[in-house]
């Protein structure tokens, strides 16, 4: 084993991490906040240039088979730190404005991202048990940052209890997983998978860790709680990197880890997802306050995923990456538009009646409201509808019409609660008149990237898509597939 | 020699009772002692089965288990802390601010 040659395989998550490490030295030291901001922005995007490159590189393990580089998780990588990078270019100025830009954010941001990279490439249990963890623990204290407000502490306090509950399930089902096989190596467990009670135990509880940290009907409790008590940008970051890391992990499992034969795991998966997007979708409709519109929707979307991961076929797979990264641009646009509204203090501008002929005031950031909603909600032209046209494709394509049918019909209904703030925007009369403040370079810029990401995404898909699909084609992914 | 059944049953009936703790208990910081004993059941599960095996691997997973359930307290409790500071209760009937 070649130590440098193992240490360049996994060179994202080392410079993020060592990165976080000297933002916390700084920040001992200094109180220079523009300093720690461009030190964490200079990592982010030295990682994701490195792991926009490994895109085209080659696939294998490292570490002893404890990681895997290229391929899946080098797409992990570049969605995580392409949503890591833009949530923090606009989460400066948020900060600033709500009057907590400390440097802990920072450093917790970095080290979430670093425990987000070892899921995405875990090819071990005990990898993927660490990445989840590191990257939980520092949710929960990003999420409780404004802890002399009473909603803060309490969605920390929420989202902690419920994450270390579902721990425990996650743990128990790796300890019977390696009870019934002997090993902790997803491959040697396939290889030794069997259908006995205690290595479909092991599956369902391990599934149920996941349903949990994805927040998957039933489980979703606690979603809609922290978003709310959450700062606006850190949302973000919670709703898009973190799930889609979990997503890359979960793929892992149901892929590579719980072979057909031993249990209908699809079928588990496809009840869970009917309901997901059932029951996220209907109660988003009677939100009114955005943020928890947003909450549900992204539980709805995790129902979409789910269906893309049901269909268990290396289609299947690709679609639910190639919803990753739609699911990252839009819902990061979305919650920096929201972000913006929000900063205006002494009024709820997070209730969705103030929204009244806020459209007219600073239209750009209005048309960009807009477009990412229309994206949410898939409508054709942009990536939200190439993401949900993909996973529902592949969903038909394994006979699974009727799950096909009920997202179809979802996400018709959702089209609903995310036309709603513009109809507010464009066709009330505001009660009162609202001074909107001109926002900074870096934010106006990077929401203007992710519009022009979204667009771009949403006419031209083949390339991308192209990619995806050949990671399922014929390399050593495919091959530990079982048939 | 104690056959592996009754370490196993031994694991499962402490995990449940930790179950159990979390979804009646009220009290925040009970609450967190029942999810450290649902994580030191699994943690004997472990244990046993590595023994069973002859192999250290679930060994390994228990020294990585042990360490992030430490750092989850150091985490969970200065969140308890927190809520304490703004309610002057750690009782979670009465944190219900964020419903819906």
Known sequence: MNYLHDLSTFLPGIIVGVAGLIVVLIDCYKDDYKGIVGLTIASLTAALAISIMDLFGPTGESFYGMISYGGVAAFGNTVILFGTLFCVLISYEYLEAIDHNFGEVYAMILFATTGMLGLASANNLVMIFLGLETMSICLYVLAGIIKERKTGAEAALKYFLLGAFSTGFLLYGMALLYGATGSLDIQEIAQAASSDLLFVAGGGLLLVGFFFKVSAVPFHMWTPDVYEGTPTTLTAYMSTASKSAAFIAFITIVSRLLPEGTADWSQVLQVIAIATMILGNIIALVQDNIKRMLAYSSIAHAGYLLVGLAAATPEGYSAVLYYLLAYTIMNIGAFGVVAYYERQHGLDLLDINNYAGLGFKRPMMAVMLSIFLFSLAGIPGFVGFVGKYYVFAAAIHADLIGLAIVGVLASAASVYYYLRPMVFMYMREAHKDIPLVKSGWMFKGSLIVLTILTIYFGIAPADLSHLLSSYYSGDWIAQTLIP | ?100
């Open chain 2, 1 to 100: 020699m104690i056959s592996i059944d009754w370490y196993l049953a031994l694991s499962a009936v402490l995990f449940c009772i930790g179950i159990i703790g979390v979804l009646i208990r009220k009290n925040a910081i009970v609450i967190f002692m029942c999810v450290e004993l649902m994580l030191n059941a699994v943690n004997l599960s472990l244990l046993s089965f590595s023994s069973y095996h002859g192999n250290v691997d679930g060994q390994i997973l228990v020294f990585f288990s042990l360490a992030v359930a430490a750092a989850e307290a150091v985490v969970g409790l200065a969140i308890i802390i927190a809520i304490f500071r703004n309610n002057l209760s750690v009782d979670v009937s009465r944190i219900n601010l964020l419903r819906w």
